[in-house]
C-alpha cells in the first residue's frame, strides 16, 4: 500500500485500486476508489459546494504507529481527520471510520494479514471486491462493514415493510412504483453514511455484516458524516446534497384529485361545488388520460376544448392547477418517430424496443439526454404551460418499467444499471430547470419517486399506488418517517390509499377518516384515489384519447356521507388554523433539512425508548401524533416524553415519561400538544 497526501486529501494505490478520502463539509469525509486509472468525477448527489476546513492528513511509518490494535505492526498507516470524523488507513486498504476517537464503521476483511482475528485469515474476504462485468468496461462492486451491536439503522428513502429500523433488513437499491431508494442512513450512534452512488443495488444491514452492492459501476463513492444529534445529521447532509426551496403559502392546504377527472367540465363543476361549501382548495389536480396518446403531451379537445378559460376560471377562485405527465410514449404518438429518431428514448439491449406495455405500446424518455429534456419541455410548454398550468403531476417517475430487467435498458451515457435511481431526478429537472427561471420562480411539482438531492428540485412526493387497507397505512408511517430521514422532506400519500374495491364498504370509510386525520398532521394535504367499482361508462367507445378509460368514483370531502363529511370538515378546519405552524415547518425544511413529520428521536433524542417507536410520530416540534391503524379500534397506549403534554380533545395537562392511554373516537386522533 502506498499513501501520499494530495493537497490535503489522503490517497492510497494498492494493487490497481486508487483510494481517495477528503474532506466534504464540516465534520465530513468524502471516500471514494476506482480500478480505472482516475475516477469519473461524477457528483451525483453531492452537487453543493462545501467551506474548506482544516483537515490534517498523516502517513506513519511501522515504528511511529501504535494506535489501534486492529492494525498490524510492521506496516505503513495512514489517517485523515476532518474536525470530528477521522478515517484511518491500514496497509490492505482497510478503512476504518471514526467518531471523535470512538469507531464507528470498520470495513469487514477477513483475509491474509488484515485482522488480528487469526481463525478468520484464511477466509479470502476483502473489504472492497470488484469483479467486472462480463462484456462490459463497468465492476460489480461490493463493500463490507463490520456490524455494530445495537446500533439502530434509519432513512434509505421509502419501502413498503412494517419496519421503521432498517437493521436486520435487505433493501433493493432500486426505483420502482412506490419503493424509492434515497441511500442516506441515520445511525443511532451518531452519523451518516451517504452511499453516493445512482446503480442499481442492495443493502443489506445484516447483524454480522453490513453489505452495500452495486451491480455496474466504476468508481466507490460515499460520504460520511458524524454529529450528535439526528437533526444536526440531516442539516450536515442537506448542505451537501441541497436545501428544499421555500414551499409556497398557498399550496399548504388541500389539495383535490381523483381518479380520474375526464373533463373540463367535470374540474370546474368540482371546483364550483367547494366554492359553495366553503371550502377553500388549494390546488386542483387532472389526473392521466386527458391526452390523446401517451407521449402527445396535450389535452384531448373533445373533452377539453379551452383549457385556458378553464384555468383562468380556476385561478380567479384561487385555485391552481396541475396536470399529469407520464415519460411514457406510444409508438402511435405524433412524437414517437421523431424522438426515436434523435435517440431521445431509452434504448434496449436485446429484444423489440418497448419499456412500458400499460395501455399502449411505449418506450419511455431518456432524461439524462439534455436534447430529450429540451424537447419534451418544449412541447409541454406549448401545451400545458403556455395555457396557465401552474405545476405538474411527474407519475410514473422510477420509471416504471413494464418489466424491471434493468440489465436491458441504456441511457444516453450508460447502462441503466449504472445510474438508472437517478432517472426520477432527471425527470423532475426537464420542468424544475426551466420553470424555475419562469413566473415567481416557485416550482412545485408531484412525483411517484426520487433519488437523493431531488429534495432542491421542487419535488413532492407521494408514496406510490398503496392498497386501501390498514396494514398499508401502517406502512406508510414507516416510508414517510424513513424517506424524511433521508433529506426528502415534501412527503405525501393517496389519503385512503390508492386501490379501492368499493367507496361504500363501512371499513373502508373508516379507513379513509384514519388515513385523512394523519394527512392534516402530515406535510401535503392531497386527497386521491381510485375508487371502485368500475360501474361507470367511458365517455366514448374511442380505444384512445381522453374518454375511453374508466374513472372512479367520486372522491371529494362529501362523496362519503354526512357523518364522515362532519369529521373532515372539522379536520379540514384544523389543517387551516395550523397555516402559520405548518409555514414554519416549511421554513425549517428549507432551512435545515427537517422533515414535517419526525420520529420521535428525531425531537427527543436523549430518551431512549423514543428510539423504539414506530406507531407515533411528532409533527414539527410541537405536536405528537398517534394515529389510529385498526379498524374498530377507538383506544389506544401513547408514550410521552419527559414534560408537560396537552391532549388537544380535552385539554388535560398530561405529564410525560410514561405511557397512557387516551380515547379515539372515530372522530378524533390522539394528538398531544408539546407545553
Known amino acids: 500500500m502506498y499513501f501520499f497526501d494530495d493537497c490535503g486529501a489522503l490517497v492510497a494505490k494498492h494493487r490497481g485500486e486508487t483510494l481517495r478520502i477528503e474532506p466534504w463539509g464540516k465534520d465530513s469525509l468524502r471516500v471514494r476508489a476506482t480500478m480505472f486509472s482516475s475516477f469519473t468525477d461524477y457528483a451525483w448527489a453531492l452537487t453543493e459546494e ?17 494506535g489501534d490494535p486492529y492494525i498490524p505492526d510492521g506496516n505503513p498507516v495512514a489517517v485523515i481527520v476532518n474536525g470530528r470524523a477521522k478515517a484511518v488507513v491500514n496497509f490492505a486498504g482497510v478503512i476504518s471510520l471514526y467518531k471523535d476517537d470512538k469507531l464507528m464503521l470498520r470495513e469487514y476483511y477477513r483475509s491474509y494479514g488484515g485482522t488480528i482475528s487469526r481463525g478468520s485469515r484464511c477466509l479470502k474476504l476483502v473489504n472492497r471486491e470488484w469483479k467486472g462485468v462480463i462484456g462490459g468496461s463497468d465492476f460489480t462492486l461490493n463493500l463490507k462493514f463490520d456490524a455494530n451491536e445495537g446500533e439502530k439503522i434509519f432513512g434509505m428513502g421509502q419501502y413498503q415493510q412494517p419496519y421503521l429500523d432498517m437493521k436486520g433488513n435487505m433493501v433493493e437499491l432500486a426505483q420502482r412504483n412506490s419503493q424509492n431508494s434515497v441511500p442516506f442512513m441515520i445511525s443511532s450512534w451518531g452519523y451518516g453514511l451517504l452511499w453516493n452512488n445512482p446503480a442499481v443495488g442492495r443493502v443489506t444491514f445484516g447483524k454480522n455484516f453490513t453489505e452495500w452492492i452495486a451491480r455496474s459501476t466504476k468508481d466507490m463513492d460515499y460520504w460520511f458524516t458524524v454529529a450528535d444529534t439526528p437533526k444536526e445529521i440531516v442539516a450536515a447532509y442537506a448542505d451537501v446534497t441541497g436545501h428544499a ?90 412524437n414517437f418517430y421523431p424522438m426515436m429518431e434523435q435517440g431521445l428514448l431509452i434504448r434496449t439491449e436485446r429484444g423489440a424496443d418497448q419499456t412500458y406495455d400499460y395501455q399502449g405500446d411505449c418506450v419511455e424518455i431518456d432524461p439524462f439526454n439534455p436534447a ?31 418489466v424491471y430487467d434493468f440489465e436491458n435498458y441504456r441511457y444516453m451515457d450508460m447502462p441503466a444499471l449504472s445510474c438508472s435511481n437517478m432517472y426520477p431526478q432527471m425527470y423532475s429537472r426537464i420542468f424544475y430547470d426551466k420553470m424555475s427561471t419562469m413566473g415567481d420562480g416557485t416550482v412545485v411539482n408531484l412525483l411517484r419517486s426520487c433519488w437523493a438531492g431531488s429534495q432542491k428540485y421542487g419535488n413532492v412526493i407521494w408514496s406510490g399506488d398503496v392498497p386501501s387497507t390498514f396494514q398499508a397505512f401502517y406502512e406508510q408511517l414507516q416510508a414517510g418517517l424513513n424517506i424524511g430521514l433521508a433529506g426528502i422532506p415534501w412527503w405525501t400519500t393517496d389519503i385512503g390509499g390508492f386501490m379501492t ?31 371502485g367499482p368500475y360501474d361507470i361508462p367511458p365517455l366514448d367507445d374511442r380505444d384512445w384519447g381522453g374518454g375511453y378509460l374508466h374513472t372512479g368514483q367520486p372522491n371529494e370531502l362529501w362523496s362519503y356521507g354526512e357523518d364522515n363529511y362532519r369529521i373532515m370538515k372539522k379536520y379540514y378546519d384544523i389543517r387551516i388554523e395550523m397555516h402559520d405552524y405548518i409555514r414554519k415547518l416549511y421554513e425549517e425544511a428549507h432551512t435545515n433539512g427537517s422533515p414535517l413529520i ?52 380535552t385539554g388535560e395537562i398530561m405529564e410525560g415519561g410514561c405511557k397512557v392511554k387516551v380515547a379515539a373516537p372515530i372522530d378524533y386522533m390522539p394528538v398531544f400538544e408539546k407545553q
Request: glycine share 4%.
Open 372 to 402: 430529450t429534456r429540451e424537447y419534451v419541455w418544449n412541447v409541454c410548454k406549448k401545451n400545458y404551460y403556455d395555457y396557465g398550468i401552474d405545476a405538474f403531476w411527474l407519475d410514473n417517475s422510477e420509471p416504471d418499467y413494464g
Open 245 to 334: 426551496p421555500m414551499f409556497p403559502e398557498n399550496l399548504m392546504g388541500l389539495w383535490q384529485c381523483k381518479l380520474r377527472y375526464r373533463t373540463q367540465a367535470e374540474v370546474l363543476e368540482v371546483a364550483h361545488a367547494y366554492e359553495k361549501e366553503g371550502i377553500k382548495i388549494d390546488q386542483i389536480v387532472i389526473d392521466f388520460f386527458h391526452w390523446t396518446l401517451q407521449g402527445d403531451w396535450k389535452f384531448d379537445k373533445k373533452y377539453w376544448p379551452d383549457v385556458k378559460a378553464m384555468v383562468d376560471e380556476l385561478h380567479a377562485m384561487g385555485i391552481k392547477v396541475i396536470v399529469s405527465v407520464w415519460p411514457s410514449v406510444d409508438r402511435k404518438s405524433e
Open 598 to 649: 419526525r420520529t420521535m428521536f428525531y425531537e427527543f433524542p436523549d430518551d431512549a425508548t423514543c428510539w423504539e417507536l414506530q406507531d407515533q410520530y411528532m409533527f414539527g416540534d410541537r405536536y405528537l401524533c398517534a394515529p389510529i391503524f385498526a379498524l374498530n379500534q377507538f383506544e389506544r397506549e401513547v408514550y410521552l416524553p419527559k414534560g408537560s403534554w396537552k391532549l388537544t380533545s
Open 501 to 531: 374495491d368499493d367507496v361504500n364498504d363501512p371499513d373502508f370509510r373508516q379507513l379513509l377518516i384514519r388515513w385523512y386525520q394523519f394527512a392534516v398532521y402530515s406535510a401535503v394535504f392531497r386527497m386521491h384515489g381510485d375508487r
Open 50 to 66: 462545501v467551506p474548506i476546513t482544516d483537515t490534517t492528513v498523516k502517513i506513519y511509518s511501522p515504528e511511529e504507529w501504535d
